[in-house]
């Protein structure tokens, strides 16, 4: 059974969290860097992975 998104109720959920500072502070995230990493994501929406494509079982 799928729910019904509300997007009224949704947006407004999200401004009551960012009024009253419970969303995460995300402006204050500072991963490592990480380059160079032989990933691709294909037109098709295929992932890839040092040129072997990455999936799984249905």
């Known amino acids: 059974m799928s729910k019904e998104i509300n997007t009224s ?3 407004q ?3 009551e969290a960012q009024k009253d500072n419970k969303l995460p502070p995300v402006d204050k995230w500072d991963p490592p860097l990480c380059e160079n990493v ?3 994501i294909a037109r098709d929406g295929k992932w890839f992975f ?3 494509q990455i999936g799984r079982e249905k």
């Open 38 to 40: 032989d990933m691709r």
């Open 9 to 11: 109720s949704l947006f």
């Open 13 to 15: 959920t999200i401004l």
């Open 50 to 52: 040092k040129n072997s």
